[in-house]
């Protein structure tokens, strides 16, 4: 029986950074990965084709719809949806094929199979294919889909993400259940290719969990790029064909509809993917929903087994995963590392990007904390007007008392990127009034997060 120092069972962000940082500090490491390729769900079948489909869908609306306004007159787009396709797997291919490298690279050894607990220290590979034993063992084996019990998947018309990664074909009716990430990054893919676009939410306004100020914003923007919205609604059944599906919801007024789409995609969220792991035979507890159950230093019910990522608590972030993997595995070599869940932002990839970092306005009320809040609108930015993105804007809240920033929402041009100053601020504690002195650049974007710093004390400059 294979003997390590550490095994990792899951081979995305979370798993394979952590076996990577390992290897750094001197462990023996063993990556056991249920996928023929590496990089987990991030890589083959979420983040990173999501991204790519969402870049190339933008890129085929500017041709369509934006490129005139720069003075830059081009014949009808033809869309060639089998390229653009293929463009993705090609992306995901040379990243999953890069993460090989970094094992190579690091002496990780890989092992290919789905893992399974035999005990505390031993797991075997596709029910006793193979059984590996280690010192350690942590658990970083990722999410998948949630599946409604009324729309369970036929990978055809009901269908998950991954599937709405690789259509043949554009759909003519896409009914998205769900308004949350997911569901407005694919929703907008497929409306810029040309089909028409619902989703369907429970919630009364889409993506819930972030800023209430932003996630209006974000209602207005895309109802007027053409996604439709039908929020506060519940979908009672679905009736499929081979070709299509019947819809029965009940509106937010309680009435009864019904709708056509040729395709559902079921976006509600995702779930630990521990059912499969035989936890039980290492006595390991979880919660109801699947979720590991761990403490400050990562480590389960069971001394020797840690989990970090989608199957531990917190939001199912990549880069959450890939903060944990490191610091447990820190943590093991005997160093102090720290995770500060409270500065770990979240972006949604549409356009324009949405994006946040620590507490909204709402949150702060529900804790009672004295807030001032300053806004800074990217239509006064001159670099968002000469790029053409006006829309959105910048929040910065800050403690009433002590002016240290508390958290920073962004709806508009380069919102991902833009929410990594916010981040770090945070990160050392920073203020309003730091910022607000912070030279920034011009004419760029992250002025507008200075302009929005200075309007907490009612000192924009040019809002």
């Not at 023929?36 to 991030?42: D, H, M, P």
């Not at 056509?260 to 006595?283: F, I, M, P, Y």
Request: net charge negative; with cysteine; glycine share 10%.
């Amino acid at each position: 029986m294979s003997q390590f120092d550490l095994i990792v069972i899951g081979a995305g962000p979370a798993g394979y950074v952590a076996a990577i940082r390992a290897a750094q500090l001197g462990m023996n490491t063993c990556l056991v990965e249920a996928r023929k390729s590496l990089g987990g769900t991030c890589l083959n079948v979420g983040c990173i084709p999501s991204k790519a489909l969402l870049q190339s869908s933008e890129k085929y609306e500017e041709a369509n719809t934006h490129l005139q306004d720069h003075g830059i007159t081009v014949s009808k787009p033809k869309l060639d949806l089998a390229t653009m396709i293929g463009r993705k797997d090609g992306v995901v291919k040379q990243l999953t094929g890069g993460i090989e490298m970094l094992m190579k690279k690091n002496k990780i050894t890989v092992k290919q199979g789905w893992a399974s607990f035999k005990g505390a220290n031993t797991i075997t590979l596709d029910d006793g294919k193979e059984d590996i034993s280690a010192k350690n063992i942590l658990i970083a084996a990722g999410s998948e889909p949630v599946e409604l019990p009324f729309a369970k998947y036929d990978h055809n018309v009901v269908v998950d993400s991954t599937d709405a990664l690789s259509f043949e074909s554009v759909p003519k009716h896409l009914v998205v259940i769900g308004a949350g990430v997911i569901g407005l990054e694919l929703g907008s893919v497929w409306r810029r290719l040309g089909a028409e676009v619902t989703l369907i939410d429970v919630a009364e306004r889409p993506l819930m969990v972030m800023d209430g100020d932003l996630s209006k914003t974000t209602l207005k923007i895309f109802e007027k790029q053409g996604l439709k919205f039908n929020l506060g609604a519940k979908v009672q059944e679905i009736k499929t064909t081979k070709t299509g599906a019947t819809l029965t919801l009940e509106n937010a007024k309680g009435e009864t509809e019904t709708l056509k789409a040729d395709k559902v995609l079921v976006s509600v969220g995702r779930r630990a993917n521990t059912d499969k792991l035989n936890l039980d035979a290492a006595g390991i507890k979880t919660d109801e929903r699947g979720v590991i159950q761990v403490n400050e230093q990562y480590q389960t019910s069971v001394p020797s087994v840690y989990a970090v990522g989608d199957c531990a608590p917190g939001p199912m972030l990549a880069h959450k995963g890939e903060e944990e993997g490191v610091a447990c595995v820190e943590m093991l070599a005997g160093q102090k590392p720290h995770v500060n869940y409270n500065c770990i932002p979240w972006v949604v990839y549409t356009h324009p990007e949405v994006a946040g970092v620590g507490l909204t306005q709402e949150q702060c009320k529900e804790q009672n904390i004295p807030v001032k809040a300053g806004k800074f609108n990217f239509a006064a930015s001159g670099r968002a007007l000469a790029m053409g993105v006006g829309e959105g804007f910048v929040k910065v809240l800050a403690h009433a008392e002590t002016d240290e920033v508390l958290g920073v929402h962004i709806i508009g041009p380069g919102a991902a990127e833009l929410i990594a100053e916010a981040a770090i601020a945070m990160e050392f504690k920073a203020s309003a009034e730091d910022i607000a002195r912070t030279c920034h650049a011009h004419p760029t974007l992250a002025e507008t997060i200075k302009e929005a710093a200075l309007a907490t004390d009612k000192r924009a400059i040019h809002g």
